[in-house]
């Protein structure tokens, strides 16, 4: 700047050109925005300030070198319009008087400052219109570029996400809010076996299928109407070619910007394989593998599904079926022919049932169960099941055997509300085994009150043996008699049970129970056991009355091998001897299962024991027997003496078992045994008893069973009396 | 493209940069841009001088690093640079001065990347202030984070709402700073503002972004644990003016406060 202000030294004044620079500068800054500091501004404009003056003295005079500062000013962001007006405004009032020295200027110095600012404002304006030009040329390239880098950025994008559609595995079509399909691309076509072109244009209801989940139509509609953004079902389509397509079908919904409902892009997989392996799993997890019918899995399901729904006045019915004797088939005939008779049967019972459409299932083994779903009535049940026997019992042909197989089946039949599906099953096994209790090839029908007695019967069962270990037993015991003198010769324990609940049971409510379960032997024992301790105490106290214990021994306990070494331990124990002790056999007893009598009567014989046949007449007595084994005493049974009543209407029976009476007491005499009458309730009983030469008598009217010491009192009284 | 920039071009809408250079007296502009500039100075005259008080400012903190030794710039919402830009101001003073320039316009980053063909020490970066991460591995290609770097946000800070967290966004680029590093910060504040400013900030809703005028606590904040130069945070015409006589009456009328600060060497222990 220096050397500009030295050359120009004696055509511009120096002082006055700083002097009018500087205001310049201030005046542009003031005016607008200036990218230089003060000092650059003003150092800018000072160059301008000389280039201005010696362009009014040059000659010959030219306008450019202030065309040229008016391009310049703008070039150098001096362009806002004020900038010019505020340049040309002292160009003309100012320039002349400051800028150049006094006296040193043209005397057109007038006219030349006016084409200065002519020029300054030409150069001024067609800068600025080249500088807007090509700043508007360039924010508009800079902006389509921008936008192409964003479209080219797009289409980029929608290349890749193109490529994915086109060669994606899943299937995709995407439709619009009105239903009618935009695209799909080649998997979705695939999969339904139609053309891309095909698909175009038609309607996502085209796909519907009546058995798309429920509700899956309505929630499709939710999503059209922007209330759902995704659906996920399982959803099978109808294949071109019309046959089943599984999918696992995923829809979403694309919005507005504006958050309006625009698209839906449906994503399905092809399951078909998978839910057919499924399916298959289903079956087999559902199914009999044998028979092919339904497992009781199955059964259970259907019967629980039926229970949760029914309305609660529904009938239903079970026939719980099982074939009679089938493990003997299986044993004799192996497990290969069993099975395919299991097959045979199977088959017959579906078909018996098929055009009822009940449900019939293999609940393992032989057993199999036919649900009578929304019958009339039992007499629906009972007819299910005549059928089901029916068509067991017709010959069934298995390899080169004809077999004649039959089934027992329990059936319960009632409305739904009144039960659930584990008591109707309970109750239909229950009947089962009342049906094969009766017999083969019948059925029974469920009787909820015998159930309840077989209920409390299994439970006094179960009591038992606690009760023994707890000493809830007690004996009683019952004279027996003597006809001729009166005398109590002997006595009969009783086993009672003193029951914490339900009070002293007689024996007809436990000793079956207790027969049945086994526990008979041990209770057998502690009875013998106890009434040896009782008829001991008996005999050291009154020993002239050579009272004689009559023990019951039941079948189980006469068997059982260890019985002699058990009687001859409570006697030894007790101290009693063997003569003061009886044992009371019935007549199947003596005889055992094997036929014949039993190898340890006489072993208990030998010990010195009395023996009594106990309900002599009732059962089936082999004579030649009786002779020839160590018995004492035969125990007329009940009906017999209740037939000897005396006078009344039924004389002419009476008459008729006394003269059985009477041949039995001649034949027992004629062996040599003792006759004991029981059931003896009045004196015209005894005494007719008496005449028939009966030994002994027991009953009511000789006194009802009675604790031991109410006997040691009677034996006292005795005593008494005869001293 | 990256995630969070724009993804179309909306030349129906004004631009923040094209608003700007406008009221610098650039013609990189648009119709739509014009007619929101001639409104918001309807509204408030002041901010047509707020802005190029805004441009002196920068331009004066940037000389000033360089005279502290600085050579290398990262401008974050350089916007067009049309006038009295970063790179001219430093290559001026040093011609090997590295210039990063980074904006979330895409014509703005159009319009750099041409204006700067053929400048090997400046590059453009279209990225978004609130990913730092990615602005400075950007950076990074032209700029040495070993050595110091002058860190530019010249009115920008202020477009980031605090649920968007700016003070981590600045805590960020200052930890990737070597000692020696220098951050200008020129950010609008309602402190000491008439209403009008207030309400010129809601037109400014009308571009894509939206001011969130902050104090000077919330501002020097931003500086962490930086050492600010005198004269601290303060109205922009006040930070170093070239003379007192470019010091307007009432400096606080632009609303915007400008500071610079240093990161010094931690003491050794």
Redesign the interface.
Known sequence: MAAVADSAGDEVSRAGAQGYAAEWA?AV?RL??V?????ETERLLLVHTVRLAQALRAEPFSGQPAEDVGRALVEA?L??PRMLEWSVRALGEEFLDRAVPAGAYPGNARQRIVALQAGLSAGFARALRD??FS??E??A???W???D??EQ??RD?EARFRAVFTGAAIGIGIAGIDGQIIDVNQSFADMLGYSIEELHGTDVAGLFHVEDAAGMWELYQEMVEGKQDLVRVEKRYHRKDGSMLWTDLAVSLIRHDDGRPRFTVAMIEDITERYALQQRLRFQALHDPLTGLPNRTLFFETLGRIFETAAPGRRLGICFLDLDGFKAINDSLGHDLGDRLLVMIARRLADCVADQGHLVARMGGDEFVILVDGGEGLDDAVAVAEAALAAVSAPVHVGDQQLAVSASVGIVDGPVGGTSASELMKAADTTLYWAKAEGRGRWAVYDPERSARDIARSSLAAGLPAALDRGEFVLRYQPIVSLLEGRMLAVEALVRWQHPELGLLGPDRFIGLAEETGLIVRLGEWVLRQACRDAEEWRRRFPEARLVVSVNLAARQAEDPAIVATVSDALSTSGLPAELLQLELTESAVMGTAGEPLRSLHQLGALGVRLAIDDFGTGYSNLAYLRRLPIHCLKLAGPFVEGIRGDGPEAAADHRDERIVDALVRLAHALELWVTAEAVETGVQAERLRALRCDTGQGRFFGSPMPADRIAARLARAQGGSE | ?PDGL????D?TRPSAA?VY?Y????????EIDRQLAEQIARMTPNLAAT??AG??FL??AVRALLDAGVDQFLDIGSG?P???NVH?VAQGANPKARVVYVDID??????SR??LAGNDLTTVVHADLREPERILDEARGLLDFGRPVGILLAGVVHFVPDADRPGEILATLRAAAAPGSYLVISHSTFEDQPQEMLDAQRLSARTDTEISLRSRAEITGFFGDWTLLEPGLVHMPLWRP??P??VDEHPERFGAFGGVARYDQPAAG
Do not use: C, K, Y
């Not at chain 1, 990218?35 to 000092?39: I, K, N, Q, R, T």
């Not at chain 2, 895409?106 to 319009?111: E, R």
């Open positions: 201030r800054r607008g925005f990218p230089l500091s003060a000092a962001h362009a806002e500088r807007t700043q508007q360039r924010i390239r800079s902006a570029q921008a936008r880098e964003v950025a797009l994008s | 493209m724009p993804t179309e071009i030349l094209r250079d009221f610098l007296g650039g013609a990189h502009n648009f802005m190029r441009r002196e331009r004066r067009i049309t006038v009295g001219e895409p014509v703005a980053v159009a319009h041409e204006l070239d003379s006589s470019d």
